[in-house]
């Protein structure tokens, strides 16, 4: 392929009369009319043009994950305790923490992987979502890059809840020092998960589908 | 439509495009001209290389679940762990999503990648196709954006530094198995699916 021809000759699947299966990616000729129950001669999965009810899960998944995302960023994750001291902290506060007493460099990991990334990650989804549904060519190319960052990311914001782990089945000396998982970071894991199942769910063809007129 | 046989074809797993598959000179990547997602690699490694790279992933991870990660000091007292030690104290603090969340992704999902890898591979290097090849390759599929003991590898090192603060810190076996296993893990997971797939397509025809 030459970057010369133009992206609106390049040929689509749905346009010859082909679909990709997701699972092994092979190409199948589709049948003329309901393409709805068909399964891939190969690996026997079901074949869709788009992925099914996309609109209707990312939105869903989506919601999901914010209301685990509040008590995650405002109940604590973990709890300190020392013999004069018991110290609970959030996710915030563990950053600061990080910055202040041990690496400012890993602090800044921290912060992207546990704070940064998950609110990119609702932008850019509900970004996705908004503009795929008004059927528009803006920023295409953009967009498609904004999703692969995504779906990329996504899972390194599992990083707090194995640091917590970790901590937690490290620090166990009775009543000089102990380190104790909080609630917090429960809703954590689950709104990675969650986010993640969400950008799974959400087809990346729709950002292309402007440019022809079936669904 | 020409008489290009579906073969030949490709589709873009991100736009829908479709373009037409050509042999890969060393270190090629194919991009998509429409949406600029990556459609295929060039694979210097054969089934007999990626074999082996797979039994010392094997290897390495057996080190790494064994061995502790992290040993901490406190007033000539010691406390380490494994990383089954911090899945099992997370069921028992009553983080049960926790602990099976991390089995899954650290443990479970990254050994079953490996043995059914390996296993589809040792049956392709004598040009057969391996017992349950479907099953096995629709199960690689879904628990490929699962699997992050690389995420891991960061979170053990943020460990240390934060209990450093406080503690003596000594740097177990275990860390380095897992920083080791990580970039084993990177290369093997570059495997191209549709290799496989298009090698069992021509056994069977």
Known sequence: MSGAEKVHVLPRAADLGLIGCHVCRLVCRQPPEDADDMACPRCGSALHRRKPATYTRTWALLLAAFMMYLPANFLPIMRTASLNDVDDNTILSGVKELWINGSADLAIIVFVASIMVPMLKFLVLVTLLISSHMRTDWAQPQRARLYRLVEFIGYWSMLDVFVVALLSALVRFNVLSRVEPLPGVIFFGLTVVLTMLASMSFDPRLIWDSRDSDD | ?205
């Open chain 2, 1 to 205: 439509m020409s008489t290009t046989s579906l073969e030949a074809l490709q589709i873009c797993e991100e736009c829908d495009t479709v373009h037409r598959r050509r042999a890969m000179t060393r270190g090629e990547v194919g991009k998509c001209a429409c949406c600029g997602a990556t459609l295929e690699h060039f694979h210097s490694l054969n089934p007999n290389t990626m074999l082996a790279l797979v039994f010392t992933a094997f290897i390495v991870f057996v080190q790494a679940n064994l061995w502790p990660i992290v040993t901490l000091g406190l007033n000539g007292r010691h406390s380490s762990t494994t990383l089954w030690g911090a899945i099992i104290t997370m069921w028992q603090s009553s983080a049960q999503v926790i602990a099976v969340l991390a089995a899954a992704t650290l443990f479970f999902f990254p050994l079953v990648k490996m043995l059914s890898i390996g296993w589809l591979l040792w049956f392709a290097r004598q040009r057969r196709c391996a017992p349950g090849f479907v099953p096995i390759m629709v199960t690689l599929h879904y628990i490929g954006p699962w699997t992050m003991s690389e995420v891991f590898v960061l979170g053990a090192l943020v460990a240390i530094v934060k209990a450093k603060v406080y503690f003596d810190v000594v740097a177990d076996p275990g860390i380095y198995a897992y920083a080791v296993l990580t970039v084993l893990i990177t290369i093997f997971a570059r495997v191209d699916m549709r290799e496989l797939w298009d090698m069992r397509m021509k056994d069977s025809a």
